[in-house]
């Protein structure tokens, strides 16, 4: 029994090093795009499907079994993709999508929709801010006057992007609650923009901005297409055993 794990996630890496294992399983991986370690190499494909009609035929052509979407929660398209074709093809469908984060006593949230809601209203009340939405949308903020930007990203931008006014920091997470204090203390931010990924790696960002008093807007999850869903890679890996068997 074949089954695609749809990829990108630190969970997704996790159930991949897991179901290897199983019996009767052959496991192929797909990431959307360059990746720094290769999990499985041999097991690993890299790129996008080119659509539903792109992956219907991968799901055909590798006679695929089981389908487990384990991509970013905002990673919308491939999601809808995942389900449509599932669907088409009546293929078992799982989500394995890590819990949201929640605003506790002491955060200063402004809870937005998406990423443009974050451009038009910064210009109100932000003068430096921690951008830390990663690479994909950080142009919508170069028609933001007025505003410094930290910008902490994983990987440098392509060269034809122009980035906003400010600092570029490459770095991967985790990261520490001491180091993100001091990070947010040595620019002077007064505001983090933070997408509402959840885990754990770059939570300790959303504690620090808590304990100095600092606002987060946040950017909410795309709605997901129904479908089952767990947050844990165990709850995932039964799944695939059940499913299996």
Do not use: C
């Amino acid at each position: 029994m074949k089954l695609l794990i749809l990829g990108g996630t630190q969970e997704a890496s996790k159930l991949a090093e897991k179901a290897i294992n199983l019996p009767n399983i052959e496991l192929k991986v797909s990431l959307a795009g360059r990746t720094n370690k290769a999990l499985i190499s041999k097991k690993i494909r890299v790129g996008g499907f080119g659509g539903v009609a792109g992956l219907i035929n991968y799901l055909e052509a590798e006679n695929i079994d089981l389908l487990v979407d384990s991509t970013h929660p905002f990673a919308a398209n491939i999601s809808q993709n995942a389900a449509i074709a599932a669907e088409k093809l009546g293929l078992p469908r799982l989500m394995l999508v890590r819990s949201e984060w929640e605003s506790v006593t002491g955060d200063k949230w402004i809870e937005v929709e998406n990423t443009q809601s974050a451009v038009d209203i910064l210009p109100s009340f932000a003068k430096r801010v921690f951008l830390t939405i990663g690479r994909q949308e950080v142009t919508a903020f170069n028609q933001v006057e007025n505003i410094w930007f930290l910008m902490r990203m994983i990987e440098k931008p392509l060269s034809d992007i122009v980035l906003p006014k400010g600092l570029l920091v490459l770095e991967r997470g985790p990261f520490s609650q001491d180091s993100e204090k001091l990070l947010l203390q040595k620019h002077n931010i007064d505001t983090i923009v933070s997408k509402n990924s959840g885990g754990n790696a770059t939570y300790a960002k959303i504690v620090a901005a808590r304990e100095l008093g600092i606002k987060v807007v946040m950017v909410k999850r795309p709605i997901l297409p129904a479908g089952e869903i767990v947050e844990d890679v165990e709850s995932a890996l039964e799944w695939v055993k059940r499913v299996r068997s």
